[in-house]
């Protein structure tokens, strides 16, 4: 299986940053890669139960993905499940995302990503580029 793992430093405190990646008002802000919207979401990260979301660019093309959460320790992670809904909104291979924030030196926080059990290295190369362009746009609410 594959995987992505990513590290990004914040300005903001791991509180702070927490609220930015688990609360449902904030999660749409940054959700999904530059492009895209979210025009339907179930999503608070800040307990454990079931999410989803659809994603869509441009073209109006939608993109479903679903899971659990199934673990949240405030402010330091929150784990999920996750997975691709095809045409016919079947679920597929099933992957998780790890969000791990960590108190700097600074004052800051480090946010470690990693999306894990991926299909394969086309599925992590995908996901990688998806996550690198959504942390962007929370990168922009760290002002």
Not at 36 to 54: D, K
Request: glycine fraction near 8%; charged fraction near 20%.
């Amino acid at each position: 299986m594959s995987e992505v793992r990513i590290e990004r430093q914040f300005k903001a405190p791991p509180q702070r940053l927490f609220a930015f990646l688990s609360e449902p008002a904030n999660i749409v802000k940054w959700w999904g890669p530059e492009g895209m919207s979210v025009p339907q979401a179930q999503m608070n990260f800040t307990q454990t139960g079931p999410w989803s979301s659809v994603m869509m660019n441009g073209e109006g093309q939608r993109y479903k993905v679903t899971g659990e959460v199934v673990a949240v320790d405030p402010p330091n992670s929150i784990e999920l499940t996750w997975a691709w809904h095809d045409a016919s909104d079947l679920r597929g291979h099933e992957s998780r995302v790890r969000l791990q924030v960590h108190p700097t030196d600074t004052g800051g926080s480090l946010l470690i990503l990693h999306h894990f059990n991926l299909a394969n290295d086309e599925s992590a190369k995908g996901h990688r580029e998806g996550w690198e362009s959504a942390l962007r746009k929370l990168a922009a609410m760290d002002n």
